[in-house]
């Protein structure tokens, strides 16, 4: 690490940043109000403005200061106390995604024999990695990476070929799979371990002494940050919701990226001061909310826009989703007493990592907790171990909540699998049978 | 006399039918579909009309569905083929609870309640597997035509297996099997069984019960028909033109809402 990389950094992250972004923020061109949708949230510009923030920092984070890539299940915390600037590979794949650059940089990837039933994710980060393709300008090379296979086992075997393209260590944090009716002791117990050994790693990658002190203030950030998000989430059992979980979606990427720090713990406070002050004054999301829903599974990133004007053209509205809650049902964990069993249960604990009959009654919580007329499960088609099992899903909740549901075919940024008409088809025949009567009213202009 | 509409229009035809305010059925069509959907409908329309002795005739309500349902020149609304499907195979068959629908793009298995509402349903996915593209692209290469598919299934003698419903592998497999010296019956019966499979796992999904319809253009097809019965063990029904379900439904809705 230089001395010269570090004043560079804080010359942009204090001064040049902060001018470049009030210039951009103050020109950004108001659209037109939508009939179809509540006013727009105010605190999307400065959504904009930290993510633009994040990726414009991290090209100078370079020398400065040791680089991480971690998956989105990483303790985090560890490596912030250690200083280290963190990219999230799968956060920059949904950006890809939703910027419709999937196949393209995908197809990096693919030239190089990965499959394309592999993770579109990873893929994708892959494709980056081999390219150097990215709409955010560049990502800076990563000094070290760190994995938790709690969201999958792709990861494992990604971050290993990135560990080979870099030629650069990778320490991995293993969370074993938590079947429901066993004790969990032994499986965290095994986790904490490892913390405990990461430490050790982490102190001589980065020559210097675990802050204990310092990791503590960051995952009381983390911890505060979650339970900031989990408030967010909760407005949106509200009738009208104040937003919608395709808006959550975008919302989410401060506490997948940037949980530990306090610019997420800003943010968050801000976006639930709004949503509460919309609570009060009655304003809705959609204006026209007949229908709530709950959502499964990762966004649709590349139709993100269109699917929210469909569901709303029927007063549907995506009110809670088992992705969003991802970061949040955990926070309570995070005990200050205790820090290491507690990232150990927080992080092994979600429910990715555990079986179907957990995933079911969550499903339900959710379903009964934001009073939800229906579901829509989106099976991704390169996201296996959050696909699987959606059929049954389906079944348990229709047979005991008696909630219907349809399951829509997709990928979270591979737009070649999808299909818009046939997934309109799907949706609307849904939204009929919500109804409960055979007929609606088209809502665009009808070609005489 | 007031006349209610309802036009499907397809990936590979167009249909109408035009229901009375009593509800008879006056007319009905049947044409191919062109790539100017608009232009399929209207002709659809306009031959439905005719046959009902309205040349010409303005209905009061007209409901278009199907893939190009939004192109119905004159349509008060538009409902998706699932739920008109559901609702023209209430109609024909009583108490139906089950449709299986084989249409040229795409082919679903419905669960019907009361009435004919849509209480479940599972389509195929982004793939021509199990479609009518399937059975035209395997009459191609059996040199029997649509239409002589369903036959020379039913006289097949002898079991052949063919293991893929990909449209693209299930080609190059019936060559083989007809290189190999197979009947081109018992290959046409193979592919109505690999074909019913893959129904029946779409049946599956929404609940295997009876009274259960089959519509769509498939269901011309007998032998296709017998298999899925055998491999489900369910009876079905063939209504007479099993293609026009879905523009019946949708006229029978234009006629319960009327106009917009």
Redesign the interface.
Known sequence: MSAFARLRYRFVRDALLPAALAFKGGRRKSRPPDPLFGPPLKSTADLRRIMARHYALARHAKGAMPVAWVTSGAPVELLRAFGFYTVYPENHSALCGARKLGPEISAEAEARGYSQDLCSYARVDLGHAFSGRTPVGSLPAPDLLFCTNNICQTVLYWFKALSREHGIPLILLDTPYLHGGRDETPAFAYVEGQLRGAVTDLERFARKDFDEKRFLQVLESSRRASQLWGGVLETLRRRPAPMTIFDAFVHLMPIVSLRGLPVCERYYEGLLAELRDRVERGVAAVPGERHRLLWDNIAIWFALGPLARLFAEHGAVPVVATYTHAWAETAHQMDLQDPFGALARTYGGIFLNRDLAHRRAFLETLAREYAVDGAVLHSARSCKPYSIGQ?DLKQSL?DVPGI?SV?L?ADMTDHR???E??AR??L??FF??LE???????S?P??? | MDLYAGVDVGSLTAKAVILGEDGSRLGESLVRTSPDF?ESARRALGEALSSAGSPGAEPRAT?GTG?GR???????????????H??GAAELVEGVRLVVDVGGQ?SKAIRVGPG????????N??CAAGTGRFLSAMAETLHTGIEGLGPAGLRSRRDVVLSSTCTVFAESEVISLLAGGEKADDVAHAVHLAMARRLAGLVR?VGAQEPAAFTGGGALNGDLVRCLESVLGLAFTVPEKPQLAGAL?AAL?AR??GP?
């Open positions: 059929y229709m219907p399951v075919e699998v999808w299909s008409a046939q088809t799907r609307e025949a009929e049978a409960g009567q055979t007929i609606r009213n088209s665009g009808v070609n005489a | 608009a409901v893939y939004a192109s119905v020149p004159g349509a008060a609304r538009s409902v998706t083929e699932i739920t008109c559901a609702r795409d004919g509402r849509v209480e479940d349903f599972a389509m996915d982004k999904l439904g809705i319960e809402s917009r």
